[in-house]
């Protein structure tokens, strides 16, 4: 019974996943100045790292005199945080902007303000939030097509993120990933039944768009249990070159979204879904990251975690424990 239950769902979420692609194209010439089947496969090799001169310097929320970026972990699905983030961090926008166009450069000139030097703000996707794929390395969107449920199905099952995925781009090598500018997101959450936004009122001018860092975490590797103080067991990578790997993905998502002028950014927890890396680890390895002098200074103004964790007894405690409220890459004005 159980098992015609499961089976059940995938077809279901199968014929999502066929009209999805049906009404992309739809969607995409309502929308003629987004481009939703484009994107670049980029190699942390060839990105140069990020130009200091060009960092916006965003300011801290709790200290206007210090600048660089916060951390906030939630509970969320990764489409529901990026769309929420903006009014969160800005403030609702006015009710009188009547496109997603107007609402983006509207929340432009917020960032500005908060920026030390606005003029590194950018006008294009800086008030766009860039969200992290935790991808497949060998197949574009992932097992969405045939009704799987990890997080690349849930944001190909809700956008138009599949549309851009071109299979030229895979495998995806351990140190590339592929950046999408343009993402239309057009359905609810998988808990709220992936209605159609505009079916429930919202105008396709008025529909979210956000830009997706496509990276995958690494695929099961080999992980050790080892002993603290107190006999307390914590799992992590068996091998070294597996937590460099690691934090070189990390390091490639955090250049992509720098590169791409985002001022907000949400992430996750890369590989420790299927792919079974150690939460611990991964959680441990994003602050190693956000840490590095590369990244500091205030190139984002705040960076999620989405970790959606339907029990709460998963990876969410541990990402929190590692990462909630904390603030990486602080400097004084003057520095």
């Known amino acids: 019974m159980q098992n015609q239950s499961y089976q059940a769902r995938r077809r279901a979420l199968a014929d999502i996943a066929k009209e999805t692609i049906a009404l992309t194209p739809t969607i995409a010439a309502s929308l003629p100045h987004l481009a939703l089947s484009t994107a670049v496969r980029l190699d942390l090799s060839t990105l140069p790292p990020l130009d200091p001169t060009k960092c916006p310097r965003y300011t801290l929320p709790s200290d206007p005199s210090l600048v660089g970026t916060t951390i906030r972990v939630l509970p969320s699905d990764s489409f529901d945080a990026a769309i929420a983030m903006p009014s969160t961090i800005l403030g609702p926008a006015p009710a009188t902007l009547h496109s997603t166009a107007e609402i983006e450069s509207h929340r432009l000139a917020q960032l500005k303000s908060l920026s030390l030097r606005p003029e ?14 935790m991808a497949s390395d060998k197949t574009p969107g992932g097992g969405w097509l045939g009704g799987a449920a990890a997080q690349e199905e849930a944001l190909c099952f809700r956008s138009s993120l599949a549309s851009s995925l ?17 993402v239309v997101v057009f359905r609810t959450a998988m808990a709220d039944g992936h209605g159609l936004m505009t079916a429930a009122g919202v105008e396709e001018t008025r529909l979210p768009v956000v830009s997706v860092l496509s990276v995958a975490g690494i695929r099961r590797p ?19 070159g597996d937590r460099e790997l690691t934090k070189d993905k990390m390091r490639l998502c955090l250049r992509m979204a720098g590169m791409g002028g985002h001022a907000m950014v949400v992430l996750g927890a890369l590989g420790c879904g299927a792919f079974r890396n150690p939460a611990g680890e991964v959680a441990a390895c994003w602050g190693e990251v956000l840490g590095e002098e590369e990244f500091s200074g205030g190139w984002f103004r705040e960076v999620w975690f989405a970790v959606y ?6 990876n969410l405690p541990v990402f929190e424990e590692a990462l909630d409220g904390r603030r990486f890459g602080v400097r004084t004005a003057r520095e």
């Open 166 to 182: 071109d299979r030229g781009f895979y495998p995806i090598p351990d140190r590339s990933g592929v950046y999408t500018r343009d």
């Open 309 to 314: 964790d339907r029990k709460g007894d998963g």
């Open 222 to 240: 080999p992980v050790r249990s080892l002993v603290e103080a107190g006999g307390v067991r914590r799992a992590v990578f068996a091998r070294d």
């Open 120 to 133: 590194n703000v950018r006008d294009d996707e800086s008030a766009r939030v860039a969200v992290l794929n």
